[in-house]
């Protein structure tokens, strides 16, 4: 998502770090409108095997097998979060990450 923002604002379809920490300001600005309607989120900290050293994480992650494996930190994966939310069962996971600073 920082690419296409990115893209949007400055018409470039790449990112720095200085992008992605802006990215991520927006996230955290925008968290409470989530909330506030009755949005559940799960927000992940990156990829083991995802091969990019920037401060970036996987975006589609429910194309890949990832979306299968919990998250260590979560003790829950995607597919989990969703069937769960499916089912009537809303619950955020991460949203502690968008307060970490990143190297």
């Known amino acids: ?19 992605a920490d802006i990215y991520q ?12 309607a009755g949005v559940s ?11 990019d050293p920037r401060n970036l994480t996987m975006h589609t992650i ?3 097998s990832s979306v299968w494996l919990p998250f ?9 979060w969703l069937s769960d939310a499916v089912n009537g069962n809303l619950a955020d996971y991460g949203l502690d990450l968008v307060d970490k600073a990143y190297n």
């Open 72 to 80: 260590e930190e979560q003790n829950q994966s995607i597919a989990g």
């Open 25 to 36: 300001q927006i996230l955290k600005d925008t968290i409470p409108q989530f909330k506030e």
């Open 1 to 19: 998502m920082a690419k296409v923002q990115n893209y949007f604002d400055t018409g470039v379809m790449d990112v720095t770090e200085k992008e």
């Open 41 to 51: 989120l799960f927000i992940w900290d990156g990829l083991p095997w995802y091969d």
């Open 62 to 64: 429910i194309a890949t």
